[in-house]
Every structure is written in structure tokens, then in C-alpha cells.
């Protein structure tokens, strides 16, 4: 009994150091932020203009900021930027080639 209470006492005071490393090991999947500026935003927004593009129909797509299209989808090419765009149920969105995330909802 006397060698058991120190070896549990021992086991809780090593599972304490686990949990408390485990704890700053945070893995998050929320996308980064994107900082468009004012300029990039300028520019987009006349080449949008000057080009536009039919609307497309994604169904079961929830378009937001953070929303990732598919595949399918085509995007075209914003000159001097580094995105994509497309124009989903009347919206023009603006999307990360990459991940193919929408960035910003062009109003």
C-alpha cells in the first residue's frame, strides 16, 4: 500500500504534464485572413466590371467568405492580382486559387 499511493500519485503527476503539453499543441483549421488593399480592391473591382461573366448554379453550395468551390468550377484570371474569379447565383466571388476558397463576395 505505501508503494502504491506514491507510484499513483507519480502516474496523475505525469498525465497532468501530458495533458498540459497537449494543451499548447492547438492545431486550428480556421482559413487565414485575407488583406486585400485598397488598390488590389480597385482594380478588381473595374476588371470585374469590364468582364463580366455569366451566373452559375451550385447546388448544396452555401456562399460565403470561407466557402470552397468545386472543382467544376471555372475561375478566371484577375491580371496583376493573385485571384480568381466567378460569378455563383448573381454573386461575384472572389476566390484563392489554391484552396479555392471564396475571399470576398463582390457587391
Do not use: C, F, H, W
Not at 476588371?47 to 466557402?67: F, H, M, T
Not at 468550377?73 to 476558397?101: K, S
Request: aromatic share 2%; no cysteine.
Amino acid at each position: 500500500m505505501k508503494t502504491l499511493i506514491p507510484s499513483a500519485a507519480a502516474l496523475l503527476l505525469l498525465a497532468g504534464v501530458g495533458v498540459a503539453a497537449a494543451e499548447d499543441v492547438i492545431v486550428t483549421t480556421q482559413p487565414q485572413a485575407v488583406v486585400i488593399t485598397p488598390e488590389e480592391r480597385t482594380v478588381i473591382r473595374e476588371y470585374v466590371q469590364r468582364n463580366p461573366l455569366a451566373s452559375i448554379s451550385l447546388l448544396g453550395v452555401e456562399l460565403n467568405i470561407g466557402s470552397t468551390l468545386p472543382d467544376t468550377v471555372e475561375l478566371r484570371e484577375v491580371p496583376d492580382t493573385r485571384y480568381r474569379y466567378t460569378v455563383v447565383g448573381d454573386r461575384t466571388v472572389l476566390v484563392d486559387p489554391g484552396t479555392r476558397r471564396v475571399v470576398e463576395v463582390i457587391e
